[in-house]
């Protein structure tokens, strides 16, 4: 049985159960060419932080974290923004600015780019 008090502590400093929203974000392979992917990660990272969406609280605070695959292997990066589950195709670098303001600060997601959903139920 692992020992849960550290794990306590590293969720606690990542302020899990603080945030509203979950990006995952597909760095590709299949989809998308892998340093297409990076790019749009890294991107994700640098607009989350200089918004202060990223270990933050708040109605906008955001927890991201960059997958492997998404198992949608076309029109990479692929995303997917829970809980509303959206999923969105072809979030490249020059798009993720528009993406992070528009959805996650202004609440109105990018419908052109939105090829699915897959809402959580709220508990």
Request: hydrophobic share 40%.
């Amino acid at each position: 049985m692992p020992d849960l008090a550290p794990l306590s502590a590293i969720a606690q400093k990542l302020l899990i159960g603080q945030y509203h929203r979950h990006v995952f974000l597909c760095i590709g392979g299949e989809c998308c060419p892998r340093e297409v992917g990076e790019a749009a990660w890294e991107a994700l990272k640098k607009e989350l932080k200089n918004r202060n969406l990223s270990l933050a609280v708040g109605p906008n605070a955001c927890y991201r974290t960059k997958v492997e695959c998404l198992r949608v292997c076309k029109d990479g990066p692929i995303a997917v923004v829970y809980p509303e589950g959206t999923y969105y195709a072809g979030l490249t670098a020059d798009r993720i600015p528009e993406f992070v303001q528009k959805h996650l600060v202004d609440n109105q997601p990018m419908e052109e780019m939105i090829f699915a959903r897959n809402p959580l139920p709220m508990v």
